[in-house]
């Protein structure tokens, strides 16, 4: 319904925003298909308002769809276009985020060590800009499942060393490490 009256209304980017969060809440509930479609709906508009905000966000999305679904070279291209975007529009919490998502794509590659310096790296940027990740944004990049996946393929020590590599790397190198390792 907000979608909807946004959309009379003539707020193409809050009817969007209401778009997106109907298919994170689809994908929440399962209803992956629909949440597919009300995201590519999202993309073609965005793309076609000139929105680059919002088209990351739903590349972004279709990228963790894609991730759960095993399509990681899928996951990547999206997320690299996404991070483009951030970079562009100077929104790095964004950036942070897509480090978290190239994270959860290498850890589903077995990439588990690559994976803790991108969480790192997300971390100290999270950190610089002094951002905290609400529980609704840590759900979407799905962070802790992110990072116990992580977790059960390192061992202490290794994922101690990774972590501390990741501090040390800017938003750049990370990404360009995620893409270099698969």
């Given at each position: 319904?907000?979608?909807?009256?946004?959309?009379?209304?003539?707020?193409?980017?809050?009817?969007?925003?209401?778009?997106?969060?109907?298919?994170?809440?689809?994908?929440?509930?399962?209803?992956r298909e629909?949440s597919?479609?009300?995201?590519?709906?999202?993309?073609?508009?965005?793309?076609?308002?000139?929105?680059?905000?919002?088209?990351?966000?739903?590349?972004?999305?279709?990228?963790?769809?894609?991730?759960?679904?095993?399509?990681?070279?899928?996951?990547?291209?999206?997320?690299?276009?996404?991070?483009?975007?951030?970079?562009?529009?100077?929104?790095?919490?964004?950036?942070?985020?897509?480090?978290?998502?190239?994270?959860?794509a290498?850890?589903?590659?077995?990439?588990?060590?690559?994976?803790?310096?991108?969480?790192?790296?997300?971390?100290?940027?999270?950190?610089?800009?002094?951002?905290t990740?609400?529980?609704?944004?840590?759900?979407?990049?799905?962070?802790?499942?992110?990072?116990?996946?992580?977790?059960?393929?390192?061992?202490?020590a290794?994922?101690?060393?990774?972590?501390?590599?990741?501090?040390?790397?800017?938003?750049?190198?990370?990404?360009?490490?995620?893409?270099?390792?698969?």
């Amino acid at each position: 319904e907000s979608a909807r009256a946004f959309r009379e209304l003539g707020d193409e980017h809050y009817a969007m925003l209401a778009t997106w969060v109907l298919a994170w809440t689809c994908r929440e509930l399962g209803d992956r298909e629909r949440s597919r479609a009300l995201t590519e709906e999202n993309l073609r508009r965005s793309r076609a308002l000139g929105n680059e905000r919002v088209e990351a966000m739903s590349l972004d999305a279709l990228a963790m769809l894609a991730i759960d679904e095993g399509r990681l070279q899928d996951a990547l291209a999206m997320l690299k276009e996404a991070y483009r975007i951030h970079c562009d529009v100077g929104e790095r919490l964004g950036i942070a985020l897509d480090l978290c998502r190239f994270a959860r794509a290498l850890a589903a590659a077995g990439r588990a060590g690559t994976a803790a310096r991108l969480l790192s790296t997300g971390e100290v940027l999270r950190e610089e800009i002094g951002a905290t990740v609400e529980s609704w944004v840590a759900m979407e990049a799905k962070l802790e499942e992110t990072l116990a996946a992580v977790r059960t393929q390192l061992d202490d020590a290794a994922f101690a060393e990774a972590w501390e590599q990741g501090r040390a790397l800017t938003a750049g190198e990370a990404v360009a490490l995620a893409l270099d390792s698969l």
